[in-house]
């Protein structure tokens, strides 16, 4: 499968404790973005790397909230003491750089990690 | 108020219907629009691209109307397999997703 893969697909943790999802794109793709999905809700943008640089982060992501792409390639997102309101799908999305004349290109989402805090 | 608003739904609609979904966006900054579609429990796929122009994918069909800051999709002869939620989508210096909006084709 050479499409968007995340893990775990499902993580149940206890409120207070620290959790780390990972991301590895498509092969090639030197964008690679982090959202947040909550019931009934679109994805909320949390982050974005252009290879290994983070270029964007939003104000949704508090100071609990890293997210590194250390080599360019794979990501991982963690969370510091867990808070109830941090349950959530975790969508991960890479893509190409942009074509001439562009900012975007289109993105490829992964199955997402789903966060559950007790 | 949220920079991407869309119809809250659900629209239950029969097989064969034709169903629009309207979009409005708040930040004038927004350069491109794109329609993605999510399935239940699945990640969500680009569906189209939004241009000035209109466009046209089969029996989807994409507006957008910058004076109004509007955007609509609109799909003819639905079929059970468009049963999905649609979020509109709006890009500036971010993807700014709208909470989506659910259809339901009904047999």
């Known amino acids: 499968d050479t499409g968007v893969s995340q893990n775990p697909r499902h993580k149940i943790t206890k409120r207070g404790q620290n959790v780390t999802f990972r991301c590895d794109p498509i092969?090639?793709?030197?964008?690679l973005y982090w959202y947040r999905q909550t019931l009934g809700q679109g994805p909320e943008f949390l982050t974005y790397?252009?290879?290994?640089?983070?270029?964007?982060k939003s104000r949704l992501l508090s100071d609990r909230f890293s997210a590194e792409r250390p080599k360019g390639s794979f990501s991982t997102l963690e969370i510091q003491r867990t808070e109830q309101g941090d349950s959530a799908m975790y969508l991960c999305?890479?893509?190409?750089?942009?074509?001439?004349?562009?900012?975007?290109?289109?993105?490829?989402f992964g199955p997402g990690t789903r966060l559950t805090v007790l | 108020r949220k920079e991407v608003e869309q119809d809250p739904g659900p629209f239950n609609v029969p097989e064969g219907a034709t169903v629009a979904f309207n979009c409005t966006y708040s930040?004038?900054?927004?350069?491109?629009f794109f329609w993605y579609r999510q399935d239940c429990r699945k990640e969500p796929k680009l569906l189209m691209s939004?241009?000035?122009s209109g466009n046209e994918d089969g029996r989807f069909t994409a507006q957008l109307n910058r004076a109004s800051q509007y955007i609509s999709l609109l799909i003819r002869d639905s079929k059970l397999s468009d049963s999905a939620t649609y979020l509109c989508?709006?890009?500036?210096?971010?993807?700014?997703f709208g909470p989506g909006t659910r259809l339901s084709v009904l047999p």
């Open positions: 999305a890479s893509s190409f750089p942009p074509r001439t004349g562009r900012t975007y290109n289109e993105q490829f």
């Open positions: 092969s090639e793709h030197n964008r």
């Open positions: 790397f252009q290879n290994e640089a983070q270029l964007e």
């Open positions: 930040n004038s900054a927004s350069q491109s």
């Open positions: 939004v241009y000035s």
């Open positions: 989508v709006g890009y500036g210096q971010n993807f700014v």
